[in-house]
């Protein structure tokens, strides 16, 4: 009787120490599939389930390194689901953008990427336009036409 009971209080015991993970696990899958793909903007207070700041809640319950990532880092402006086990961050104060990326098998990211923010891409999160692309060299059509060449006078002719 006493080695059935051992091992039923472990798996009771591990069961109810997963379970907030468990309930973690479901809250990210169920709301990542609706958010897939948008840009939130992620607004403290923010309510809304479905809100970027729900998400981004969501995200470091979900995930020990977006967590420990956050904690160093502070809150992103902006998030991007692009898929259930990828995310982005965007940081316009620091004009960064942290990519990560989960495995289907683990709960814990890796930091994929990083890359600076250029003007377009902070305009477009603001939503502005972006500014008009300056010419980085000067082209034909933008080199001024050369003066024309001086022409000799008519040469006289004898009658």
Do not use: C, W
């Not at 995200?59 to 086990?85: A, H």
């Not at 990828?86 to 990211?109: A, G, I, Q």
Request: neutral net charge; aromatic residues 10%.
């Amino acid at each position: 009787m006493t080695y059935f009971v051992r091992p039923t209080i472990l798996v009771l015991l591990a069961f109810f120490l997963s379970a907030s993970s468990f309930k973690e696990g479901m809250d990210h899958g169920r709301y990542a599939k609706k958010l897939e793909g948008k840009l939130l903007q992620v607004v403290a207070g923010d309510k809304d389930e479905l809100s970027g700041y729900q998400q981004f809640l969501r995200e470091m319950d979900y995930d020990p390194t977006i967590k420990t990532f956050v904690d160093r880092n502070g809150q992103p402006q902006y998030l991007k689901l692009l898929q259930v086990n990828e995310v982005e961050f965007y940081y316009t104060t620091t004009k960064k953008r942290h990519r990560f990326l989960r495995s289907m098998t683990k709960l814990e990211s890796v930091l994929q990427e990083s890359a600076d923010l250029d003007d377009a891409a902070l305009a477009a999160l603001s939503g502005a336009p972006p500014p008009p692309p300056l010419p980085k060299t000067m082209t034909e059509e933008h080199r001024p036409a050369p003066p024309p060449a001086p022409q000799a006078p008519p040469a006289e002719t004898k009658p």
